[in-house]
């Protein structure tokens, strides 16, 4: 079983319309990310968060916001989804420290008409 | 973070090395050089990571010079498997502080028979 999860993997809406992407871990990381992706260019940091109770914004975060329900599942949410954020999606996690590498999910296509 | 310059695209032929340049000529002396990887929108892949030294694991060799202005990651026996976006990755590495990575547009290797 994959240690890193995302659900759903594709995903068509509307504009306007409030959609949730969760991830899901059995790593037993403590830190976990979303990235978006979009075509032809590198990943971006939406949000990350060392723990349940740390939630911290990364490079792009607006029009975005998170939970981080327990330890092992982080959901991304767009309040108003628009179509300039169809992209693809990726969460990550990493162990504690800071040199540890990053184990992403598999991807949620997520496209907004 | 110091910024990266990698060359868009490459070509290998199976069994041959590959070397993919990258370089990085700000980083500053805190901060490591990393490798992932992404094959075909899927999750992107640690491959390997260093400081000063070079370094080698199952996946691939790392070489850095000595200046750590510029490093060179070798799969020493690419097979088309390997063909994928190769992202170099400098950051700083603090305790307590997140592992963010900021993923530039990566080099392109394609792995021909």
């Known amino acids: 079983d994959a240690d890193v999860t995302q659900t759903p993997r594709n995903r068509i809406t509307k504009t306007g319309k409030r959609i949730m992407l969760e991830c899901s871990q059995t790593?037993?990381?403590?830190?976990m990310y979303w990235y978006r992706q979009d075509p032809g260019l590198g990943l971006r940091l939406i949000y990350y968060s060392f723990d349940v109770k740390d939630i911290n914004k990364g490079e792009i975060s607006d029009g975005y916001s998170v939970s981080r329900q327990a330890q092992a599942k982080f959901s991304l949410s767009l309040e108003s989804a628009i179509p300039n954020q169809t992209a693809l999606y990726f969460c990550a996690t990493s162990r504690g420290h800071g040199y540890n590498e990053q184990f992403f999910g598999p991807g949620t296509r997520l496209t907004v008409l | 973070d110091a910024k990266t310059t990698q060359p868009p695209s490459m070509d290998c032929a199976e069994g041959r090395a590959a070397n993919l340049p990258c370089n990085h000529s700000?980083?500053?002396?805190?901060?490591?050089v990393y490798w992932y990887r992404q094959i075909h929108s899927q999750g992107p892949q640690y491959i390997i990571h260093g400081l000063k030294n070079n370094e080698t694991n199952e996946m691939a060799s790392l070489i850095i010079t000595e200046d750590r202005k510029s490093s060179t990651l070798i799969l020493p026996h690419a097979t088309l498997r390997d063909t994928a976006v190769y992202y170099c990755i400098v950051r700083v590495v603090l305790p307590g502080t997140a592992s963010k990575l900021t993923f530039g547009t990566g080099t392109r290797l394609q792995v021909t028979l």
């Open positions: 700000t980083i500053s002396g805190n901060e490591y």
């Open positions: 790593k037993g990381h403590d830190r």
